[in-house]
């Protein structure tokens, strides 16, 4: 089970631009695929860049993964409701 921060308050729709725009045209299962691929690629480039990289754009990152990661919980079980 993924751990999300209390003071997690920025909605994914806020951090990425392409998700804000086009999220409701996507069915369930595409956002839920959207939002793991966007994990993975932000975690990667994290991972790969991060001796790169200033404080500022880590923190973004994070932001995205947590902000992505909790919408992903709030698909989940939408998905399971259905």
Do not use: G, W
Not at 41 to 55: A, E, G, R
């Amino acid at each position: 089970m993924i751990k999300l921060p209390e003071n997690m308050n920025k909605h994914i729709t806020e951090l990425d631009a392409i998700y804000a725009d086009v999220f409701k045209n996507m069915t369930i299962q595409e956002r839920i695929n959207y939002c793991e691929s966007l994990i993975d690629t932000t975690q990667n480039f994290l991972t790969k860049n991060s001796q790169f990289l200033n404080q500022n754009i880590r923190e973004k990152s994070n932001d995205i993964i947590i902000a992505a990661q909790s919408e992903l919980l709030e698909l989940t079980k939408h998905n399971k409701k259905i």
